[in-house]
């Protein structure tokens, strides 16, 4: 896939704005910051991640990790065509 150099909004009212501030050489404002996030909850969510295919992995069958890594085949399959 190309990669764009620059990103366009989507919006009519935003893409205008944008053309007409590029036009007048005027300076887009500033995008407001997204909140930050809570340290000790992306800590808890980064452990979780870590444990949780390991920790699946270990209570499945043979047999179930078997079905489950053909279905995960046939989707990757599915996608590229």
């Known amino acids: 896939m190309r990669k764009r150099s620059s990103k366009q909004p989507l919006d009519m009212n935003q893409l205008a704005k944008s ?40 209570k499945m069958t043979k047999k179930q990790r078997s079905e489950n890594a053909k279905k995960a085949a046939r989707a990757r399959w599915k996608k590229q065509s």
Request: proline share 12%.
């Open 19 to 58: 053309i007409v501030d590029l036009a007048t050489a005027d300076e887009p404002a500033p995008e407001p910051l997204a909140p930050a996030k809570n340290p000790a909850a992306v800590e808890l969510g980064r452990l979780g991640g870590q444990k949780g295919g390991k920790a699946r992995a270990a």
